[in-house]
Every structure is written in structure tokens, then in C-alpha cells.
């Protein structure tokens, strides 16, 4: 099984050259894994509801702004997991809404728990011409022209349903998952092909010890569209299942480096948890950009309903 996994990560690491069309990896996934990894819902045996906010490089024009929210949740009568999420990402003169749902059903076994799931995703994503700015055009009172017939003055658009199949496997030794964006019906809006996705490719490798009153988990999270790659690794611990602490680092080589970040989170009431994220941009654009990047997240979380039937707690402690 590692070496699997660590053969699995070299080929996914191998990208071509060119100009991504994904989005930017928001930090705090954590706060659900079936936010990325949509076979993750429900494991933990508990019902969650998140909503975070990002704002990036806070002092630069157009900068990447970020909602997100969602539920997941067991159900454990049938031995399954459903999840769905909505988000809001605006970059520039771009703005994507997306939403998806996922159903995951669990197998145990007596070694590995295997979560196999699939999910609908629909990507909206809009230009507005009307925020170009160009050196010789015409904005105010005058009239609005970018004198430059190559510039569109009004929206362009595109919408994308994607399938969303899905993998998740824990282990005693390692926990690792797998997520496949497959775009099926695309169609763009004044003209065809204004924009095309690429099939996506999410892992998500996770293991986690508990020593005394500490909780300590570590992350590796790959995602790729074949054209870049973006990764982000996260060491976090918990102390007393109240408070925690976590420090994350994107990018893999010297090309792909894009921040490095801090992270807390407070129980500041007995199923809410409240999460801050704070990123120094360390990327080859630092001494361009303006500003950290910021995280803020609310969590909701509370037990699942018990099933007349239940999973032997050998195979998962937590279903």
C-alpha cells in the first residue's frame, strides 16, 4: 500500500507546462475533508456544518476572495455518508460559483475501511469586461471605451457539470483518498469555448496519533488538472480536544512555493469551534503582491443518531 501511494504521487507530480485553470487551495479543508475528498463524509461518526472566508494578498486590486459552506453527514442505518457544499471564488475579473453533492457508502473489512463514493458538481464561472482598465481608455463621465477591439465591454460565461467519483481507505498504519473531477457537459455564453475544464485529480493522504491529552495529525493534499500542480502539507495538534494549533506550508520544489502559514482554533462553545489562518506569501511574486493571505472558519459539529445496527468499533472507533 505505501509504495503504491508514493508511486501513485510521483506520476501525479509530473505535470506539463501552462496556465492553470484551478482555483486556489483555501487552507482550511480541514475544518471538513469532504470539502476536497468527497468519500470522507460522515467517517467520523458526526454531523458538520463549516462556513469559511478567505481573503488573499488583503492590499492588491482584484485579489482573490473566498466563501464557502456545507454539510456532511452519516447515516449510519445503511452504512453511508452524504455531503453537500457551495462556494463563491471572485479573482480579478473572474467570478466562479460552484456547488456540488456526494454520496459515500462505507465498507469495512477487517484490516481496511473503505469509503467509495460519487458526486455532481456545477461550476458557473463569469468575466466582466466593465472591470478592465487599459492606459488609453475612456472611463467616467465621458463615456466607457477601452479603445481596444481585442477587449470585451460586457460578460462572458461558462457553465460546467462535472462528475465527482471518489476513494477513501483507512488503515491502521496510514489514511489516503482519491477524488476525480470529469467534466461532462460544458457550454459557454456569448461564444463557444470561452473557457474549457480540465479533468481534475484530488489526493489526500492523512494520518493521525493521540499521545496523553494531544491529538497530533499530519497532511499531504495533491490536486492537479494535468496543466500545474498545487500541494500543501499541514502538522497540527490538539490539546484536549479544545484548542489547537497548526503550521502548513504550500508548494513542493522551488518553482511551486507559494506560502507558509499559521493556524489556531478555539472550542468557544461545546460543538462550535472557531478557526483564524494567517499566510506569508513566499511565492516569486512576493515582492509584487501586497498584504497576507487570511482565513477565518466556523464549525459546527454534533454526534450522529445511533444506528440499530452498527459497524464492530474494531474496524472504525469513530463510525
Keep these: ?156 460565461s461558462h457553465q460546467s457539470f462535472d462528475l465527482l467519483p471518489s476513494l477513501f481507505i483507512q488503515s491502521q498504519y496510514v489514511e489516503v483518498g482519491f477524488e476525480f473531477g470529469i467534466p461532462f457537459l460544458e457550454s459557454s455564453n456569448p461564444v463557444k469555448n470561452v473557457f474549457q475544464k480540465n479533468y481534475t485529480l484530488r489526493t489526500l493522504i492523512f494520518k493521525e496519533f493521540t499521545v496523553s491529552k494531544y491529538v497530533i495529525s499530519g497532511q499531504l493534499f495533491v490536486y492537479s488538472d494535468f496543466i500545474k500542480t498545487q500541494s500543501e502539507i499541514l502538522l497540527k495538534t490538539e490539546y484536549n480536544g479544545s484548542i489547537f494549533g497548526a503550521v502548513s506550508v504550500r508548494g513542493y520544489d522551488k518553482n511551486s512555493f507559494d506560502a507558509m502559514g499559521l493556524h489556531l482554533g478555539i472550542k468557544v462553545y461545546a460543538k462550535l469551534w472557531l478557526m483564524i489562518g494567517v499566510e506569508l506569501p513566499i511565492n516569486i511574486l512576493q515582492g509584487q503582491i501586497s498584504g497576507l493571505n487570511q482565513d477565518f472558519g466556523l464549525k459546527y459539529v454534533w454526534n450522529a443518531k445511533n444506528s440499530k445496527t452498527r459497524f464492530p468499533v474494531i474496524f472504525n472507533p469513530r463510525w
Design 1 to 156: 500500500m505505501i509504495r503504491f501511494i508514493l508511486f501513485f504521487l510521483v506520476l501525479i507530480s509530473i505535470h506539463l507546462e501552462g496556465e492553470a485553470q484551478q482555483s486556489a487551495l483555501s487552507a482550511l479543508q480541514y475544518l471538513d475533508y469532504s470539502r476536497v475528498i468527497g468519500a470522507t463524509a460522515g467517517l467520523n461518526g458526526t454531523n458538520i456544518a463549516s462556513l469559511t472566508y478567505r481573503d488573499q494578498w488583503t492590499n492588491l486590486p482584484g485579489r482573490p476572495v473566498y466563501y464557502k459552506g456545507g454539510w456532511s453527514s452519516p447515516i449510519k442505518s445503511i452504512g453511508g455518508a452524504y455531503s453537500i457544499h457551495g462556494s463563491v471564488d471572485r479573482i480579478g475579473l473572474q467570478t466562479s460559483t460552484a456547488f456540488r453533492i456526494g454520496y459515500n457508502q462505507v465498507f469495512p473489512t477487517e484490516i481496511l475501511l473503505i469509503s467509495a463514493g460519487v458526486g455532481l458538481g456545477f461550476d458557473q464561472r463569469s468575466w466582466d469586461g466593465r472591470l478592465i482598465r487599459t492606459p488609453d481608455g475612456i472611463y467616467g463621465s465621458q463615456g466607457f471605451d477601452h479603445m481596444d477591439p481585442n477587449l470585451t465591454l460586457g460578460n462572458m
